[in-house]
C-alpha cells in the first residue's frame, strides 16, 4: 500500500483547509485510517482516526474543528479542517493500520505542510 497525500498549504487562522490521502493498493473496510500531525520540535501525535467508514475519533485538540471521512470506493481518507489555529501548523501525515489476527501492518504516506499564520 502506498499513500499519497495532498491538500496542504498556507491558511489564514480561521481558515479552512482539506486534506486527502490517496492509497494505492488494496484497503479494505476493516483498515483503520487515520491522519497524524507533527509540529517543529513536538512529536508525532494522532489527529483522527475512521474505521469502516463511520467509527471516527478525534484528539481533543481538534474536536469540533475537524472531520474525518473515508472513500472506500476510491481509496481515499480525507481532513476537512475548520477554524484553523496557529497550533494547527504542522506536517500532516496519513495512516493505514492493518490487522491481520495478532499481526498489526502499518502504512505511512509522505507528509503534507500545513501553515497557520497571518
Known amino acids: 500500500v502506498q499513500l499519497q497525500a495532498s491538500g496542504g498549504g498556507l491558511v489564514q487562522p480561521g481558515g479552512s483547509l482539506r486534506l486527502s490521502c490517496a492509497a494505492s493498493?488494496?484497503?479494505?473496510?476493516?483498515?483503520?485510517m487515520d491522519w497524524y500531525r507533527q509540529a517543529p520540535g513536538k512529536q508525532r501525535e494522532l489527529v483522527a482516526t475512521?474505521?469502516?467508514?463511520?467509527?471516527?475519533d478525534y484528539a481533543d485538540s481538534v474536536k469540533g474543528r475537524f472531520t474525518i471521512s473515508r472513500d472506500n470506493a476510491r481509496k481515499t481518507v480525507y481532513l476537512q479542517m475548520n477554524s484553523l489555529k496557529p497550533e494547527d501548523t504542522a506536517v500532516y501525515y496519513c495512516h493505514v493500520r492493518r490487522t491481520l489476527g495478532l499481526i498489526t501492518v502499518d502504512y505511512w504516506g509522505q507528509g503534507t505542510l500545513v501553515t497557520v499564520s497571518s
Open positions: 475512521i474505521i469502516s467508514g463511520s467509527n471516527t
Open positions: 493498493g488494496v484497503i479494505f473496510s476493516a483498515d483503520a
